[in-house]
Each structure stands twice: as structure tokens, then as C-alpha cells.
Nanobody, 115 residues
Framework: QVQLVESGGGLVQAGGSLRLSCAAS????????MGWYRQAPGKQRELVAT???????NYANSVKGRFTISRDNAKNTVYLQMNSLKPEDTAVYYCRSQYYETNYWGQGTQVTVSS
């Protein structure tokens, strides 16, 4: 059974940093596009960043220059380094694994940024 397990969320002051991790039990991990998404209360889930199997990165405009996505195929893990955090980054962050039309999601980890 495929599982994506996020960790690293928490409470941080504005300007601080957090590093999220997502461990995936996916056989095709190295071939998957991995992504981070977030959902704030009362809002739709939105893309934060993705990284393809070849390492091509894509970011939402709101996080460019502050967040960095990376992956370690040997550990089946994708990371999201978040710097210069803002209160508007507060949300539940979800990990997604995509292989052609097959998608898996993690359970989410809460990130709260206080002003």
C-alpha cells in the first residue's frame, strides 16, 4: 500500500524557517513527479512547488525565492525548505506523488506562522 508521510510542520515566528519532509513508500519514486501543496482555512488547495524525476523545479509565485524543493531518490523522500516565512504561509501542507495518471497524497502537516 502506498503511503506518503509528511513531517516537519509546526509553529514558527514570521521570518523563521521550517523544513518539511515527505517519505514515500512508492516503488516508482524516482520516476515520479513530487509536489507540495497547501490549503489554508476557507481556501482551496494550491500548488506550492513541484520537482520532476529529472529535477526540474516549479514554484508558485508567492513562494519563489523563499522556498526550495528537493528530493533524495535513495531515501524516497522529498523536502521543502521554507525560509522567510510569512503569516500568509499558514496552512496544512500536503505531499503529492504523481506517476502518469496515478496520484497519491499524504495526510498533511500543519504549518503555522505567527506575526
Amino acid at each position: 500500500q502506498v503511503q506518503l508521510v509528511e513531517s516537519g510542520g509546526g509553529l514558527v515566528q514570521a521570518g523563521g524557517s521550517l523544513r518539511l519532509s515527505c517519505a514515500a513508500s512508492v516503488i516508482t519514486f524516482s520516476a515520479n513527479t513530487m509536489g507540495w501543496y497547501r490549503q489554508a482555512p476557507g481556501k482551496q488547495r494550491e500548488l506550492v512547488a513541484t520537482i520532476t524525476s529529472s529535477g526540474l523545479e516549479n514554484y508558485a509565485n508567492s513562494v519563489k525565492g523563499r522556498f526550495t524543493i528537493s528530493r533524495d531518490n535513495a531515501k524516497n523522500t522529498v523536502y521543502l525548505q521554507m525560509n522567510s516565512l510569512k503569516p500568509e504561509d499558514t496552512a496544512v501542507y500536503y505531499c503529492r506523488s504523481q506517476y502518469y495518471e496515478t496520484n497519491y497524497w499524504g495526510q498533511g502537516t500543519q504549518v503555522t506562522v505567527s506575526s
